[in-house]
């Protein structure tokens, strides 16, 4: 977009003219404003010559001198502040002409397009939240956004706020009718991170600042301000798109959930809630489908005849998972053909402490009968590791050191 583009747009004119009515009713309602403050220099002047002839009398004692040199000074910074008030109001028509200046438009537009077609998400955000006032989502998927037509000018937002001699109500948030629903407390958003951006930093954190105000459209109009309102899309779940397409192939097939979950790609629970899904919309459809539950069973083992071998190897060491592979069952079999064993002789089964002790007390045994670790390596079936650790631990459990066993194998 350029220049005369932007002119002769059907929406600019329209704009521009009720922005300019706009400050000229705000100059005519502050002309009052300006008699004041002339009124009020012409008092701290008449105060300023009355405190100077009380200042020259010699008899005025100290105390008295210091309030009133105290109430000069400030009188003194008061008028300071009211002539550079009234030096701004009359340079304000020359202000306005900058405020509506078309190129500020234009530049603001284009920075828009541009930063909306990048990659840079906190650049974004700022501008639009010079545009967006705020969004408001429900529950029930409605989003109103409300949107600012002063956001291509952000400096007149500044003007007419600090302006507006009525500016109190004016920009707070209008009531939605309808159902109530809980609304946070507005609140100061994080500052945008825009110190490295680009050349023109210190005004990007100006902008910024304004940017994560929730204050910022404060003071102004409701003119001023339009809502967008739509209604987000419902997605569709998988199960909500091919439920008849799933509920017509079970019913031709006569195929379980797990097999359908096969063909479709899903899991279970997918194909079933899509079949319950068709069956929820179609009242008149009926699952004529009925499969046996459960499936075939595995075999029951015989727990007398794994037993007793299986105790022996679980307790040389052996992990119910690789007794579980050796006979072809699952650990929970193996698990019971260990309690039984151990119920045949009256017997609980022991814990995993108790039988790593048992072990223990055995691998003593065999170093108090002057066997070698090599020798107790092999007679139990475990590393020279395994085999010293063991060894430690019935050293432990009776206060003593273990000892060097490497000189006792090199005497062996």
């Known amino acids: 977009m350029d220049i005369d583009s932007l002119i002769n747009s059907h929406w600019y004119p329209v704009i521009l003219n009720e922005i300019q009515q706009e400050m000229d009713e705000l100059l005519k309602n502050d002309s009052d404003r300006e008699n004041s403050l002339l009124h009020e220099i012409e008092r701290i002047a008449d105060q300023k010559k009355g405190w100077m002839i009380s200042l020259s009398d010699p008899n005025l004692p100290q105390s008295i001198r210091d309030e009133i040199h105290l109430d000069y000074q400030r009188a003194e910074s008061r008028e300071r502040d009211i002539k550079l008030q009234l030096e701004r109001r009359q340079k304000r028509e020359e202000y306005m002409t900058e405020l509506l200046d078309p190129e500020l438009v234009l530049e603001s537009l284009n920075r828009l397009d541009e930063v909306l077609a990048g990659e840079n998400a906190t650049r974004g955000n700022l501008e639009l939240s010079l545009h967006i006032d705020r969004i408001e989502c429900f529950t029930d998927g409605h989003v109103t956004m409300r949107l600012c037509r002063l956001g291509p000018l952000p400096r007149c937002i500044e003007f007419m706020k600090h302006n507006s001699s009525n500016s109190e109500g004016k920009g707070q948030p209008d009531t939605f009718d309808g159902p109530p629903v809980h609304q946070g407390t507005p609140r100061r958003r994080a500052k945008l991170r825009v110190e490295s951006i680009g050349p023109e930093g210190k005004e990007l954190e100006s902008a910024a600042a304004f940017a994560t105000d929730p204050e910022r459209f404060t003071g102004i109009g409701p003119e001023w301000f339009e809502e967008i309102e739509f209604d987000v899309p419902h997605e569709k779940h998988w199960y909500q798109i091919y439920a008849s397409e799933v509920f017509h192939r079970r019913q031709e097939k006569e195929l379980s959930f797990a097999k359908l979950a ?15 899904y068709y069956l929820e919309t179609h009242p008149d459809a009926k699952d004529n489908v009925k499969l046996q539950c459960g499936g075939k069973r595995p075999p029951k083992f015989d727990l ?37 064993s151990y119920a045949q002789d009256g017997l609980s089964m022991p814990t995993k402490e108790e039988l790593q002790k048992a072990i223990a007390t055995r691998a003593r045994k065999l170093l108090d009968e002057e066997k070698s670790l090599e020798e107790i390596c092999d007679i139990m079936d475990c590393s020279d590791v395994t085999a010293r650790r063991y060894l430690k631990m019935s050293f432990e459990a009776e206060g003593k050191t273990m000892p060097d066993l490497r000189r006792k194998s090199t005497e062996t």
């Open 262 to 276: 096969k063909k479709f790609g899903v899991t279970p629970p997918t194909v079933r809630a899509a079949v319950e």
């Open 304 to 340: 007398s005849k794994i037993g007793p071998e299986a105790r022996v190897l679980w307790e040389s060491r052996w992990s119910k998972l690789k007794l579980a592979k050796k006979y072809g069952c699952s650990p929970p079999t193996i698990d019971k053909a260990l309690k039984w």
